[in-house]
Antibody, heavy 123, light 106 residues
Framework: EVQLVQSGAEVKKPGESLKISCKGS????????IGWVRQVPGKGLEWMGI????????RFSPSFQGQVTISADKSISTAYLQWNSLKASDTAMYYC????????????????WGQGTVVTVSS | DIQMTQSPSTLSASVGDRVTITCRAS??????LAWYQQKPGKAPKLLIY???SLESGVPSRFSGSGSGTEFTLTISSLQPDDFATYYC????????FGPGTKVDIK
């Protein structure tokens, strides 16, 4: 079964760092782009950025460029989303998701989604 | 950035109704548009890609159409499982999602 399994919920204080993970299984992890999507409570979906685990090519939405880091460790089929200094406004559900086609460009729909990771930032 | 809008923001309908949701892009995106369904507490589910291609396993009552800047998602006969929020997503230039359309029970 093709699936993405994300790390568990996090509660952090403003200014702290955080790295959440997304482990792929059931497919060739290095040949599909993995993206990250934010959903603030009660709001819509925001495309943050995307990585190609095969060569770590990474693209960001202008809204998130410089705010987060996206990385991947292909040896363990895992992608990461990282913050160096969290803000209260980072409180949200974060989804990882796989692009639909292998060996494609980064412009495509997401066909497989992780279950989401809730990040709460509060003093 | 390409901006996406959806209308209506909320739609009240009954089982068996034909439902249409509209998505508009601020500039032409050709056919690079997807539709997702999201239920509370769950991850989105891909329904349609490339404006009109039905994702595998998605019921045929869902269909998509359009190109350029205007797109529609149609549910031909609304089923109880279809009450959810629907999002469009452009992927012509990076990617952006629409604000969503909530389909609730009339």
């Amino acid at each position: 079964e093709v699936q993405l399994v994300q790390s568990g919920a996090e509660v952090k204080k403003p200014g702290e760092s955080l790295k959440i993970s997304c482990k792929g299984s059931g497919y060739s992890f290095t040949t599909y782009w993995i993206g990250w999507v934010r959903q603030v409570p009660g709001k819509g979906l925001e495309w943050m950025g995307i990585i190609y685990p095969g060569d770590s090519d990474t693209r960001f939405s202008p809204s998130f460029q410089g705010q987060v880091t996206i990385s991947a460790d292909k040896s363990i089929s895992t992608a990461y989303l990282q913050w160096n200094s969290l803000k209260a406004s980072d409180t949200a559900m974060y989804y990882c998701a796989r692009l639909r086609r292998a060996y494609s460009g980064y412009d495509d729909a997401f066909d497989i989604w992780g279950q989401g990771t809730v990040v709460t930032v509060s003093s | 950035d390409i901006q996406m809008t959806q209308s209506p923001s909320t739609l009240s309908a009954s089982v068996g109704d034909r439902v249409t949701i509209t998505c508009r892009a601020s500039q032409s995106i050709s056919s690079w548009l997807a539709w997702y369904q999201q239920k509370p507490g769950k991850a989105p589910k891909l329904l349609i890609y490339k404006a009109s291609s039905l994702e595998s396993g998605v019921p045929s009552r869902f269909s998509g159409s359009g190109s350029g800047t205007e797109f529609t998602l149609t549910i031909s006969s609304l089923q109880p499982d279809d009450f959810a929020t629907y999002y469009c997503q452009q992927y012509n230039s990076y990617s952006t999602f629409g604000p969503g359309t909530k389909v609730d029970i009339k």
